[in-house]
């Protein structure tokens, strides 16, 4: 701890990111990022963004991003938040909806980042406890004065809630924001998004990331009611004016217009989720159901810290959470299918057989 830095400083915790290793090639399946490359037209259009203009600062209200999204979900420009990755997003949601005095509730098992922006902006929280099977006690979240955020599918354990569960949250919290983050919602099923008309406090966020191909351009947004998106962007405007660069503007906006393509490389994760998910429960392991990009499991004759290790050295990389509750589990990204494979081989010679 060095002696210069500020209380602040000293009293975080900031959120420890997935490995990304440098020299030896690894089967990457440890940060939910998608095996399948990006659209052709997102490339393109990042290269035909690379010119001279790029001397000048970005659009800071990035007004053609907005509008492709709005496009997308059928809302005003004016519904859209966009930021540097959801990550940011959400950095930025969290001081302009909560504060230190009531606590803002998420569940007990869930994205750890959550935990690190309330400890920058001092946001007081309190967790609510997921069932035994991760399972969300919807009734459990009704009237939270402090605000809430829930995952949906939830990381990391993959399992997803119909809309009507998210609407009964929201009727139960008219007085706060219900943030629900839909990082992994394009391989479950339909977006919160479709609420936003009925509800003043809901607030939706999404990524370009994981079902679009695109975590190295750090794009991600928020959808809601004007009045909500404005509180995200006096934030921004306290922070940093011009969070997206032209590449990833563009880039961005390409992406959001190729809807043939996010449905073919949604559809390709989600047969290989399913087709893992049988095989991993044929080998012993308990699958929790996945939603998501990844899958969530634990076998009771391994200690998943150690398969981690032992994997890694077989190179191939897979998430563990030193976290209570969850640290006999990993959190196994869904690659390719020949990625899956060797996943699928080397974890078969590692497990015990009865
Ligand atoms: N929410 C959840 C639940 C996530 O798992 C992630 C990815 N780590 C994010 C948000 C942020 O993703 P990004 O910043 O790449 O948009």
Same mark, same amino acid.
């Given at each position: 701890?060095?002696?210069?830095w500020?209380?602040?400083?000293? =009293?975080?915790?900031?959120?420890?990111?997935?490995?990304?290793?440098?020299?030896?090639?690894?089967?990457? #399946?440890?940060?939910?990022?998608?095996?399948?490359?990006?659209?052709?037209?997102?490339? $393109?259009?990042?290269?035909? =963004?690379i010119? +001279?203009? #790029?001397?000048?600062?970005?659009?800071?209200?990035?007004?053609?991003?907005?509008?492709?999204?709005?496009?997308? /979900?059928?809302?005003?420009?004016?519904?859209?938040f966009?930021?540097?990755?959801?990550d940011?997003?959400?950095?930025?949601?969290?001081? =302009? &909806? /909560?504060?230190?005095?009531?606590?803002?509730?998420?569940?007990?098992?869930?994205?750890?980042?959550?935990?690190?922006?309330?400890? !920058?902006?001092?946001?007081?929280?309190?967790?609510?406890?997921?069932?035994?099977?991760?399972?969300?006690?919807? $009734?459990?979240? &009704?009237?939270?004065?402090?605000?809430?955020?829930?995952?949906?599918?939830?990381?990391?354990?993959?399992?997803?809630?119909p809309?009507?569960?998210?609407?009964?949250?929201?009727d139960?919290?008219?007085?706060?924001?219900?943030?629900?983050?839909?990082?992994?919602?394009?391989?479950?099923?339909?977006?919160?998004?479709a609420?936003?008309?009925?509800?003043?406090?809901l607030?939706?966020?999404?990524?370009?990331?994981?079902?679009?191909?695109?975590?190295? #351009?750090?794009?991600?947004?928020?959808?809601?009611?004007?009045?909500?998106?404005?509180?995200?962007?006096?934030?921004?405007?306290?922070?940093?004016?011009?969070?997206?660069?032209?590449?990833?503007?563009?880039g961005?906006?390409?992406?959001?217009?190729?809807?043939?393509?996010?449905?073919?490389?949604?559809?390709?994760?989600?047969?290989?989720?399913?087709?893992?998910?049988?095989?991993?429960?044929a !080998?012993? /392991?308990?699958?929790?159901?996945?939603q998501?990009?990844?899958? &969530?499991?634990?076998?009771?004759?391994?200690?998943?810290?150690?398969?981690?290790?032992?994997?890694?050295?077989?190179?191939? !990389?897979?998430?563990?959470?030193?976290?209570?509750?969850?640290d006999?589990?990993?959190?196994?990204?869904?690659?390719?299918?020949?990625?899956?494979?060797? /996943?699928?081989? $080397?974890?078969?010679?590692?497990?015990?057989? +009865?």
């Amino acid at each position: 701890m060095s002696r210069y830095w500020s209380d602040l400083a000293r =009293a975080l915790k900031p959120y420890v990111a997935g490995e990304q290793p440098s020299g030896r090639t690894y089967i990457k #399946l440890n940060t939910n990022e998608n095996p399948y490359p990006p659209s052709p037209r997102v490339l $393109e259009a990042v290269k035909n =963004a690379i010119n +001279e203009r #790029l001397r000048l600062y970005p659009d800071p209200e990035c007004r053609e991003l907005r509008k492709s999204i709005a496009g997308f /979900f059928n809302l005003g420009m004016d519904e859209v938040f966009v930021g540097n990755g959801s990550d940011e997003v959400l950095a930025f949601a969290f001081p =302009a &909806f /909560f504060g230190p005095d009531k606590p803002l509730a998420w569940p007990d098992t869930t994205y750890t980042f959550y935990r690190t922006i309330a400890g !920058l902006f001092r946001i007081g929280y309190e967790t609510v406890p997921l069932s035994e099977d991760f399972s969300l006690p919807v $009734e459990r979240f &009704f009237g939270k004065s402090g605000g809430i955020i829930i995952p949906n599918p939830n990381a990391p354990s993959g399992r997803y809630v119909p809309l009507e569960a998210i609407r009964s949250i929201l009727d139960h919290n008219r007085d706060s924001v219900v943030i629900i983050d839909e990082a992994y919602v394009d391989f479950a099923g339909p977006s919160a998004a479709a609420l936003i008309p009925e509800y003043p406090n809901l607030l939706v966020t999404q990524t370009l990331s994981k079902s679009r191909s695109l975590a190295g #351009l750090r794009v991600g947004f928020a959808l809601g009611q004007a009045d909500l998106i404005r509180g995200i962007d006096r934030v921004k405007n306290c922070i940093n004016a011009y969070t997206l660069d032209p590449l990833a503007l563009a880039g961005a906006a390409a992406a959001l217009q190729d809807r043939a393509y996010l449905e073919e490389t949604v559809e390709k994760i989600r047969r290989t989720r399913a087709r893992v998910s049988e095989r991993l429960t044929a !080998l012993g /392991f308990t699958v929790i159901p996945s939603q998501a990009n990844f899958v &969530f499991i634990t076998h009771p004759r391994a200690r998943a810290a150690s398969l981690q290790q032992q994997l890694k050295e077989r190179g191939i !990389l897979v998430r563990y959470f030193n976290e209570p509750r969850i640290d006999n589990y990993l959190r196994v990204s869904i690659g390719t299918d020949t990625e899956m494979d060797a /996943f699928l081989q $080397e974890t078969a010679e590692l497990v015990p057989r +009865e």
